[in-house]
């Protein structure tokens, strides 16, 4: 088994860890306390070339496999999630144009979100519609040669950025089958009839915007329906093994950075006449703290890799990778606050937000409870 990056990886990775540590991490606490998005280091990115990286290179994009895409995340979201998350979802809904869009849609959106001229925002969660998908209430029928979207969307990123949307609907509500009868549909973001209003107060990743979508009457062309009609629920499975594991890959960030900063803290801090490092309580904190992030480094490296060459065991994989690598960011941003002791309690150190940061990877793009369904069903009905 080989166990090494590629130069090329190395490279990036220590590109990145660059980047985040000279644009990111100097104005993360700005950011999160404003709950601004960072329009600005948006454009410094681009420059880099860090939006949207898995486009195809003849749509902008760099073509970036998913394991390079998880060294990517992890480096990002080890300066600061938010600021990551805003980053790593620039391209949010691109894999749908990229699978089943046509050339058109394709040579018109993908461009301009790899470069930096625009945001796209997956438009999924409803009030009522979160783990099940197939709840989905908003509607779009048709009227002549155009779509009318009625209905609402909630917790979208990038919901008041955004250009595009990618947006679920219930198409053919009249089809007897509850994983039929949705499609996938572009919405402009400047559509008459989309009104767009922010959510403030999150816990964490403050930095990304999230918005509550609202659709009245909303008309786009029939050529914005991307792939087949009544098909879009299906299409949308078929990402979700490769979005857990960029979750995975997010946690994993998450961890390191507490890691990191937790070791840091305690070689410095001094308590009793000495470094609080000496003590043995600490040591064992430290030392659970960095084994726990390799871990979970390893396995959601290994479902990265099968996302592109395994894709047999991935189910189980990914969800595997995104439950145990979002509960060790969870659990190794909580010991770090503990080892900054009051110090960690408040924003003048980087843990405080990352304790508040972690927890959104046990929820979104599937709960944890979601990820443990996933993985019994695996191992009970088809074996690994």
Known sequence: MEFQLTDEQRQLREEVRKFADEEIRPVATEYDVDEAYPHEVMDEAADMGLLAPHVPVEYGGIGYSSLENAILTEEL?????????CISSAGFGAEALMEFGTEEQKERVLPEVTAGDA??????????????????ATRAEK?????????????????TVADYFVVVCETDPDIDDRYSGYSQILVEGDRDGLTRDKITGKLGIRASDTAELRFDDVRVPEENLIGQRGMGFLQLMQFFDETRTAVAAQGVGI???????????????EQFGRSI?????????????????EAARWLTYRSAWAVDNEAGDLTALASMAKEFASRTAVEVADEA????????????????????DAKITQIYEGTTEIQKNIVARELLDEGM
């Open 77 to 85: 979201f080890a300066a600061d999630p938010g600021i990551g998350l």
């Open 119 to 136: 945001v796209m925002g997956s438009a999924i969660s409803e009030p009522q519609a979160g783990s099940d998908v197939t709840s989905v």
């Open 143 to 159: 009227d002549g040669d155009e779509w009318v979207i009625n209905g609402s969307k909630m917790w979208i990123t990038n919901g």
């Open 255 to 269: 961890a390191r950075g507490a890691a990191e900063r937790a070791l840091e803290y305690a070689e410095e801090r």
């Open 277 to 293: 490092s000496d003590f043995q309580a600490i040591k064992h904190k430290l030392a659970e703290m960095h084994t726990n992030t």
């Open 337 to 356: 606050v503990q080892v900054h002791g009051g110090a960690g309690f408040v924003n003048d150190h980087d843990v405080e937000r990352l304790y508040r």
